[in-house]
Structures are given as C-alpha cells and as structure tokens.
C-alpha cells in the first residue's frame, strides 16, 4: 500500500496532486478543435440536437460538480438546468420538460441512491441518459445511452479531490458540444478550448502554495465552525470545500453564498468562526468585497484566496493568498485546488484518519 502511495503521506494528498495529470487525461484527444466536439458522444451524437433540457442527478461532492454545471450550461449553451441530490429526486412526484437530457454525475458509478434515480427515469419526455464517470466497467455507465468518461484514474481516499476537477472538465466538455449545436459562435468555444488546455499548468501552479496553506491550516486545528463564502459558481466551491473539511476534519462548516450573508449566517459570525471566501477576479468581485467588510465589521477572521490583481491585502484578521489569475470558466476547477489541501492539513494536524473518515464509505451502494 505505501508503495502506491509512493512519497506521499495519504492516498488524499496523491490523488490532489495528480490533479495535473488526471486533467490532462480527461482532455486529451478531444479539445484539439471544435470540430472534435462533435466526437464526444460518437453514435449518440445526433442525441444532442433534441436536447432543450437538462435534469442532473448526483450525490455528494459529484453533485456539487452539478451545481457548477447548471451556471455553465445556462450561461454558455443557453439550456435550462436543474440540478437536485438523488436521494430527494427519486422519492418526489416530478415534472419532465420535454426535450430533457438526464444526466447522472458519478465518480463510482454504483452509487445506490443516484442508480435507482437513473433506473426511474420512464418519461417519454426523455431523450437520452447520459453519465459522467471514473469507472467504466461501472452500473452506472452500461445503463446509460451517452458515456463521458473522466479518466481521473483510481480514486482511493474517500474524500473525493481528483475525480470531482475531472468531472468539471467533463462537464464543460458537454456545455461546449452542446453549445455547438445550439448556436455558440466558433470563437467563443475556441477561446474556452484554448484556455481548458491551460489547466493542468494552471493546477500546477496552485499545488506550489501548498506550504503556505500548510501554514494557514494551523488556525482552524482549534476551531469547532468554519463559514465557507462564494458567489456565481464560486457558492459551489464553497460547498465542495465545506464538504472535505467536515468529511475529514469533523470541524462543522457551512458554506454560503456570500450575498446571502445578511440573511442570517452573520449572526453567527465572531472571533471563533474563521469565514473561507473565494475572491477570484470575477464580476461579482466588487459585490464579494463588500460582503466581506460586513464579516470584517463583526469581528470575524477573514481567510480569502483570492486574485493577486483582486487588490485584497493581508491586514488585521484578514489573511489573503494569492492566487494566479485564471481564465473565467477554470477559476471554480483552479480554486477548489486550495480548498482540498487547507481541509487535508487541517485533518493532518487534527490526526484524524484522512483516507478513511469516520462513518463514511467511498462508495454507498446501499440506501
Ligand atoms: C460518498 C463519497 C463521496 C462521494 C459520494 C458520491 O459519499 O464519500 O466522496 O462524492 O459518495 O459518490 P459518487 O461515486 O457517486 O461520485
């Protein structure tokens, strides 16, 4: 086991950093042009032209995966997207538009809740089943017409890091097919190709600060709550990173979006409950800014990974670290990265067991 392991501590901290490699993988042979969209889905592809809907099923870090999916693929490809935990979407009487594409997020592919969701699927207002998937000997994936498959290689540690980045670039893969027959202009989808290629470098680069938030981590060892803010597709990525600090660290955090604040999560805000923001140099920078001057203004202790052009300073309980600037549709797959390696070294230092959190399975094949 240690050999696989190789010079690392944990399966957890291999697998992030194999992130580079895994996401090269994912990539390879199908962005070298726009016309290479067109092979995503082979036989299928013809599929992808009745689509006017899309009903994304996931569990766990794979649905946060989701969420992030439902603003590309409104933004990018003009679909309507809803996205909803499996658990709760097989156990309600629900309405099917016609025209709608299921499509499950899995990094298993045998996880029960998120099957049984699949093998529910009769509406005629279904066009096709499509998974996104690490495994592909998987239930998931024979019982489905359309396969993307993440190539992020095995997964050991529980907490999910390697296949959740993959699945977005997958996932960004089927916005811009999509977005191909829908009508988004060459450019635009070349310009997104262009800057998908520059992820591996970009991930590089990020896994260079993880001595610095080595040192961050330190501050949360103590800590019983963490409050983890974003705004756009950066709430997902709060959550994703709320998900791996309480999976491996067993601190309580929750994640917000940051404009939500003032509905109530600022009244638990105070010396005691370090608040995680993710300030990438978006649009919704400035609106993110004042959100974290009203945390300030409680008393709160600001951690923010943000933008080295975001023009954020380290000063009196706040604590920045710098981030590369990085394209707009990279930055949510780019800042989970720092996420995963603060709830790793917070977990490290909490001696908790990283690879095999308490009561948790890699895989829940049961209900
Ligand atoms: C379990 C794992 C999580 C994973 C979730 C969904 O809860 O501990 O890491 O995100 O299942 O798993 P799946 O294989 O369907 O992505």
């Not at 009487?93 to 709608?100: D, F, I, K, L």
Request: net charge negative; proline share 5%.
């Amino acid at each position: 086991e240690d050999a696989e392991k190789g010079e690392y501590r944990h399966y957890m901290l291999k697998e992030i950093f194999e992130q580079p490699v895994a996401l090269q993988r994912t990539l390879e042979g199908r962005l070298g042009s726009v016309a290479d969209l067109d092979g995503l889905f082979s036989e299928n592809a013809d599929l992808l032209h009745k689509v006017r809907n899309i009903q994304i099923i996931a569990c766990g870090t794979s649905y946060h995966a989701g969420m992030i999916a439902r603003y590309w693929l409104e933004a990018l490809a003009g679909v309507p997207c809803q996205v909803e935990v499996a658990s709760e979407f097989r156990y309600r009487s629900h309405v099917v538009p016609e025209g709608t594409l299921f499509v499950t997020i899995s990094q298993s592919g045998e996880t029960a809740d998120t099957l049984a969701a699949l093998r529910a699927t009769s509406s005629p207002n279904y066009v096709g089943r499509l998974a996104v998937c690490n495994v592909d000997s998987s239930s998931l994936v024979r019982e489905s017409e359309l396969v993307l498959l993440t190539r992020a290689g095995p997964e050991i540690g529980v907490a999910s890091t390697k296949a959740f980045t993959t699945q977005l670039a997958a996932l960004m893969m089927l916005v811009l097919a999509l977005g191909r027959v829908r009508g988004l202009e060459q450019a635009r989808i070349q310009t997104v190709l262009d800057e998908m290629r520059q992820l591996p470098g970009l991930i590089q680069q990020v896994l260079q600060l993880d001595g610095d938030i080595e040192k961050l981590a330190e501050d949360f060892v103590e800590k019983h709550h963490t409050l983890f803010l974003g705004r756009g597709t950066q709430y997902p990525v709060a959550m994703e990173g709320a998900l791996k600090l309480k999976e491996i660290s067993y601190i309580h955090a929750e994640a917000y979006p940051a404009g939500e604040l003032k509905h109530g999560p600022l009244a638990l805000v105070d010396k005691d409950m370090p608040v995680v923001a993710v300030a990438p140099n978006d649009e919704l920078l400035e609106k993110l800014k004042s959100n974290l001057q009203e945390v300030r203004a409680r008393g709160g202790e600001l951690y923010i990974f943000a933008d080295r052009d975001a023009a954020l300073q380290n000063e009196d309980g706040v604590t920045v670290l710098n981030m590369p600037p990085v394209p707009e549709c990279l930055i949510p797959i780019v800042y989970t990265v720092p996420l995963q390696l603060l709830s790793y070294h917070v977990a490290v230092m909490r001696g908790t067991d990283v690879d095999q959190p308490r009561n948790l399975a890699k895989s829940v094949t049961v209900e």
